[in-house]
Every structure is written in C-alpha cells, then in structure tokens.
C-alpha cells in the first residue's frame, strides 16, 4: 500500500498468536499493573506517568477503527473525534495500548474533566496517549521486547500531526525521585515496566504500580441520606468483594458530585434499591441517616490513605463513577512486596492475606496495618520500623512525655507526602493515649499527652511520626516548668561552629546562674531546655527567654542573631525563642523526625558535645543501641533540678 508506514526495515519479530499471518485479532486483553510497596532495583525499567484516565486499546484494520476498553466494551462511538484522528495514522492494521486523559489548564491529566466530557457526550477535548504498540502491519509484536515495541511506536507517532494522539514518554530520573515529582505535581504515581520483558495480558510483575495515594474502584453498596429525607446522597456506602465471593463493607465516602450528576446516580439507584445490605459485614446504624442499600452493580473510583485494621479505607476522596468496569470485579487491589531488587509475585488461593489485613502484624497487642509501607524512600524505612522504635524508647521516652500536651505530626503518604500537624484526637482513636479534662484549655477539644507505651505504639500506628509536647505539665498548663532555646544555623554553617556556638550558650547560662540541658534536633541544630519550677507566668518566661537570646547576640553579635528571618541569620546562629509562648510546642526528646534519614532529637550529656557529627546523628535504627550501651541517662538531674528566674539572672541579661 504506497505511502503507508511500516517496519520492513526491522527484524522480523517472532509470532505469539493463534491468529494466522496478517489477521489482525479481533480483541486482545490488556496487560495489567501490580501495586508495589516500593520500586525495584534489579533488572532494567522504564517509567512513565500513571495517568488519570480510562485504559483504551486502538485497533485499525484496513481502515476500520474501533477503541475498545480494558474490559473490551467498544467505546469508538463515544469518542468520534479519536477513531477520525486514529484513521489518518499511515498503517494497514494495527493494536495500540494507551490511556484517555482530559487535560487541565496546566497540561495535567484530570479524571474530572474526563468524566465531565463523557456525561455530557462532549468528547473533542480528549487525548490519547499510546505507550505500547502490539500488532503492526501483520506483525505480532507481543513477543518482541518492551524496548524494541516502543521504539517502533515512536517512530510510528512521529508521523502524527494530531495533538490528539501523543506518545507517553518515559524518564530517566531513578524512581523515587520520580514518584516525589508525581505527588508534588497532583498525579497518581507512575508505572514502571521491564525494558526487556514481553507483553503478557492479565496482571504482572513485569509492569508496577507507585501511587502516590492507594486508588482503586469500589462497588457502590448503597448510599445515606438525611434521615427522613425522600431524596439526596449524602454519602456513598462502599464495598468490594472478597475471594469468596462475598461483598465487604469498606467504609463511607463524600461524594462531590453536581446536582445533575446527583439526580443521574440516584436514577440509575432508584431501579437498584434493595431491604437490606448485599454486603455480609453492614456498619450500624445512625441516628441522624437513613441507609439506602442497593444491588452491587454500580462502580466509583476513590483514592485513599490507607486500609485500617478491619478492612475500611481511610479518609477516601471521591473521583467519580465508572461504567468501564463490572461490579463483580471489583476486590481489594493487593499491595505486593518487593524483596531482593524483584517484585514477589502476589499470592493466590488460601495463602492469600486477608483483605483490609495484608502486610499486618501484632505488636504488643495492637495491629499494626500496612506494617510494610515505605516511610522513608530514601533509606527504605518501613512503617514497622517506626512502630517498633517507638515501642523499644518508650522507657526512655516517657519521663519526657507524660502528663505534657503533646501536639503530633502525621505522615499518612510517609515523609515525602504531605504533613499534617494535630493537638487534638479529632476521628483518630488511640489506644492508650490520655484525653485532658477540657477545662484545662476551655474552648478547645481536649488536649492529649502520652503517659504509657500502648499511646506510642497507637501513635505511630496512626501514621504520627513527630511528637512536639508544650513546655507545662497537666494540671497546672498556667505555668510552664521549663523554656527552650532553639539553636538554628545558616544552612552555610559548619558543624564545628554549631558546636562551638552551644558551649557557648552553655557558658552564657552557667554565668547567668541557670543549669541547663541539651539535645540534638534529629534535624538541623541544637535544642538547650531549661527546667525551672512553676512559679512563672507564660509571659515572664517567654520575655525573659528573648532576653536571653538578645543578651547573646549582643555579647557575640558575630555567632548570633534573636531576630527573626533568613536575612537576619547570614552566618549566623538564630536562637528561637519563640517556642515559649502557652500552646508553642518543641519536638520531644527521643521523637524521630520527618525527614530523610528519620533522624531522632537525642538527649545528650554537655561532656559529649564534642564527639557529636550531625543533628540526625542518631536514627530510629541506632539511637535504641545508643541508649542500650549508654546506660545512665545523659539528662541524670533533669527531674530533680530546681530553679526559677530571679531578679538577679534578670539583671544579668540587663531585662528591666
């Protein structure tokens, strides 16, 4: 056929298929991605973007074209505009595999917009992007490597003068750099694929998932409505099927839906309603919702933080229906492990985890869900290790915990996701930890504190990495028992100098008469804490603390600066004494940090000073052995020191 492209040129490529030479098949079934905890590191891949889209596969024979979906419902009606663009390709016959995306005002895929454009039969604006070419020109390419595919589907592409069909490229940045950008940049992760490996229908090991947030389809059991109410959803009711064929209740989600896609759900409902849940494990009811349970046939899509312990999602984000998908298909998408550089296949049969438990354990009684999750990307630290750390510290820990408002730190995606900082238990139930009395701190939900190791292991069940306990113990919050010195460096600083800086401070303190503590950050700099009995106002101390970091910088205008702001610390040593103020909190001693490297704010002796190398210097892999072979607490008098601000010290720092 003149003017037609093909790949006379390239190796002919061995035959996989039933189908006889040149018979283009009429269906094929695509090759499926397995979610992993982590990327793999033997063997060659190629990553690309996980698109927020619906999986398509092109076929073109002798000018026909028809976009089948993953499931093989054809879809080339729905979208007219891609099957006019797909017929212009130069090709006698051919399979694509590729994603249909609508993008943003900024060039990313929104799932949205998709659905938008197929509720209202406006599809112009969708692109396809190809990442895979099967079958091209009477050849099977199945067999061919992942490499030589895509490099003949580029070529292919490059003829293209549509910006309707695009080439998925594929990057060269190692993968958990990748995935960071994917978060940072509001995607769903990435796919990585074996460079070498054939393409191979159904779900593999050769193509993974990293996800940003775990995302997968539920079945919609049924939904709430305000109690008494005839009509509106105000939540979805989810469920997804076990191996046996049974459906579990997964858990509620908000819908965000317009009012006409509303009315559109609850009229696809209404010929669906049923008496009673189909799933085996319905939650109770409530007071203020009327439960309306239907036939498991309607499907949505949701992201989510994690499973919890008995199998519901957590904190889930509605995306949006699915009519691509059957029901009965829909199951609990099993996070696989990958074990020495290779992704372990997933398990089948009666060896399989239990869905809403895979990757648990039991730790002094508690579960521990998603015990395998990588935290920390960098260094590989898992869930488990963090759970652990904080089970072995809490004997050291505690002393510096109980009684004290702590304030939490939570790591849902792990640390390079996004942060949240709490004081309040708000839907979190944490076992062990201690609620204080509301009348300590009126008009705010009650304040926590961590007084027995079941609250350390709950917290860190929860996702909270960083502990930052207020500078006042329960019941007296009127009065703090202590102020915090800061030590924060220009970043151009070396270590020598931060650590010539606290002995200097140390100095600065003794001669004020006040005896004083330290303790790495797990971050940056220094952390000097000095105890004091609870005779002081919030405001005395707090004044009095800024009178010790100016009193410093006069004194050592050259290491130091109380004023606030980057500008105002070139070179120098800013000593934050703002943490002093009734409800400012400090990361606690032996609290690990979110940051790469999980650094741990280690209490250490004045003596020691001179040995210690980094502010993380101490991890939740080596501080446990730290305090193990150390023996006598660095902080020996910490308790029993008593001291208060006299007119005396005042005078000293020159505070009228």
Not at 180 to 187: D, I, V, W
Not at 329 to 356: F, H, I, K, L, M
């Amino acid at each position: 056929m003149a003017g037609r492209w093909n790949n006379s040129n390239k190796k002919p490529p061995r035959r996989a298929t039933k189908e006889p030479p040149g018979v283009t098949p009429s269906l094929v079934e695509p090759q499926l991605g397995t979610l992993v905890n982590r990327p793999p590191t033997d063997g060659e891949w190629s990553y690309e973007i996980k698109f927020d889209g619906y999986r398509i596969l092109a076929r073109i024979d002798a000018g026909d074209v028809q976009l089948f979906t993953r499931n093989g419902h054809d879809w080339s009606d729905r979208m007219p505009k891609l099957c006019a663009a797909l017929k212009a390709l130069p090709v006698d016959n051919v399979w694509l595999d590729g994603e249909a995306v609508v993008l943003d005002a900024a060039g990313m895929p929104n799932f949205n917009a998709l659905q938008n454009a197929f509720d209202r039969r406006s599809t112009a604006e969708i692109v396809l992007f190809f990442f895979d070419l099967l079958y091209l020109n009477g050849t099977d390419l199945r067999e061919q490597s992942l490499r030589a595919r895509r490099a003949l589907l580029a070529e292919l592409l490059g003829e293209v003068h549509t910006d309707a069909l695009r080439y998925s490229e594929d990057f060269a940045q190692d993968p958990d750099s990748l995935v960071t950008s994917a978060c940072k940049m509001k995607l769903e992760g990435i796919i990585g694929k074996r460079a070498d490996a054939p393409y191979r229908s159904g779900r593999s090991t050769d193509w993974v998932k990293l996800k940003c947030k775990l995302r997968q389809e539920f079945v919609v059991a049924g939904f709430t409505r305000l109690r008494g109410a005839n009509t509106g959803i105000r939540a979805l009711l989810l469920g997804v099927y076990e191996m046996d064929g049974t459906l579990r209740f997964a858990g509620t989600a908000q819908q965000n839906l317009r009012p006409s896609q509303i009315a559109a759900l609850e009229k696809k409902a209404k010929t669906l309603v049923r008496k009673t849940s189909a799933c085996y494990n319905p939650p109770a009811p409530e007071k203020d919702r009327d439960y309306v349970w239907l036939e498991p046939r309607l499907v949505a899509e949701l992201s989510f933080l994690e499973w919890t312990p008995n199998g519901e999602v957590r904190h889930p984000m509605f995306h949006g229906m699915r009519d691509d998908k059957p029901a009965a298909a829909v199951t609990e998408e099993p996070v696989v492990d990958v074990a020495n550089g290779e992704p372990v296949e997933a398990q089948t049969g009666s060896t399989r985890v239990q869905p809403g438990r895979r990757n648990n354990v039991t730790l002094s009684g508690q579960k521990i869900s998603n015990a395998d999750r990588v935290i920390d990307p960098v260094t590989g630290m898992k869930k488990i290790d963090l759970v652990r750390y904080y089970d072995e510290i809490a004997e050291w820990a505690l002393p510096y915990l109980q009684d004290r408002p702590v304030s939490l730190v939570r790591a849902p995606d792990g640390i390079a996701g996004e942060l949240f900082f709490q004081k309040h238990e708000e839907r979190m139930r944490i076992p062990g930890i201690t609620k204080l009395p509301v009348a300590l701190h009126p008009k705010h939900p009650s304040l926590l504190a961590v007084d027995v190791p079941e609250a350390l292991i709950g917290l860190a069940q929860m996702n909270v990495i960083e502990l930052h306990t207020w500078n006042a113990v329960q019941p007296d919050l009127q009065h703090p028992d202590r102020f915090v010195l800061d030590l924060d460096p220009d970043p151009s600083l070396s270590w020598k100098m931060m650590t010539e800086a606290a002995q200097l401070a140390k100095v600065l303190l003794d001669e004020v008469g006040l005896k004083s503590f330290i303790k790495t950050s797990g971050g940056k700099g220094y952390h000097i804490v000095i105890p004091l009995t609870r005779r002081q106002s919030w405001d005395e101390v707090k004044t009095f603390s800024q009178g010790v970091a100016r009193h410093m910088a006069q004194v050592m205008p050259d290491r130091f600066s109380a004023v606030l702001g980057p500008k105002n610390r070139v070179g120098k040593i800013f000593i934050d004494y703002l943490r002093n103020s009734k409800g400012a909190s400090t990361v606690a001693a032996f609290s690990a940090r979110a940051r790469s490297g999980m650094g741990v704010s280690m209490p250490i002796a004045w003596e020691e000073l001179p040995e210690i190398e980094a502010a993380d210097q101490w991890t939740i892999h080596s501080a446990i052995k730290r305090q193990r072979i150390l023996g006598a607490d660095p902080w020996q008098g910490y308790a029993r020191c008593r001291q208060g601000l006299t007119v005396a010290m005042k005078r000293a720092i020159d505070l009228k």
